[in-house]
């Protein structure tokens, strides 16, 4: 009534195994007849029975069928995990020493890349301190030079002052001068009652009385 599945079929059975269950196909029309041809003369007044069932039989088919539906899908189970197993070991075997090989190389390139690109950083930034620091020792020299030119010229002005204060002090009236001051003052008297124009220049001037 039931299939004896013995030892490990070929990969005709494995695939049979593995396949999805179906559902039951059922024909559309079964013999010659349509669905629209009227009932057999010989039927008409036939009534269908179904056939008696036993229940002890019925109890006996139904353990039967749930065993060989456990079993069937067992051995389905059995042969997926050993085309699975087969599968992983084919890909963790020399696939898996060339993922491994190949990983090693592109780490040591990655390494080497970056090892390269810190030593260029490191560069870069070393100049870069480097010109930073001599700018900031060209600024500070030129502010120095810049504060020294300063206090020169303050020094060359302060002096031209002092300078220029000692001849003003020579024409100063004091007590010493004072009688030949009023002397000379008398002898080349000054008029300053006169009218210029624009340019600066005397036009009109009163006469000394």
């Known amino acids: 009534m039931f299939p004896v599945v013995g030892g490990r079929g070929g990969p005709a ?78 890909e963790t075997g020399s696939q898996a020493e060339e993922r491994a090989r190949q990983d090693a190389e592109e780490h040591r390139a990655l390494m080497a890349w970056n090892n390269e690109e810190n030593r260029r950083l490191l560069h ?19 502010a120095a030079i810049k504060r020294e030119q300063e206090q020169q010229e303050f020094i060359k002005e302060k002096e031209k002052e002092i300078l220029q204060l000692q001849e003003e002090v020579k024409n100063f009236i004091n007590l010493e001068n004072l009688d030949q001051r009023i002397e000379e003052a008398l002898d080349n008297p000054k008029n300053y009652n006169f009218a210029i124009d624009k340019g600066g220049r005397v036009v009109k001037q009163t006469m000394l009385q």
């Open 13 to 90: 059975a494995a695939r049979l195994l593995l396949a999805p269950r179906g559902a039951v196909l059922v024909a559309a029309v079964r013999g010659r007849k349509s669905r629209n041809d009227p009932v057999a003369k010989s039927k008409e007044g036939r009534v269908k029975v179904p056939p008696p069932v036993d229940p002890a039989e019925m109890v006996v088919l139904r353990e039967r069928f749930s065993e060989y539906t456990m079993i069937m899908r067992a051995l389905r189970l059995e042969f997926k995990e050993e085309v699975l197993r087969k599968k992983y070991e084919e």
């Open 124 to 142: 870069i930034r070393t100049m870069r301190i480097q010109q930073e620091t001599e700018e900031a020792d060209r600024k500070k020299l030129e």
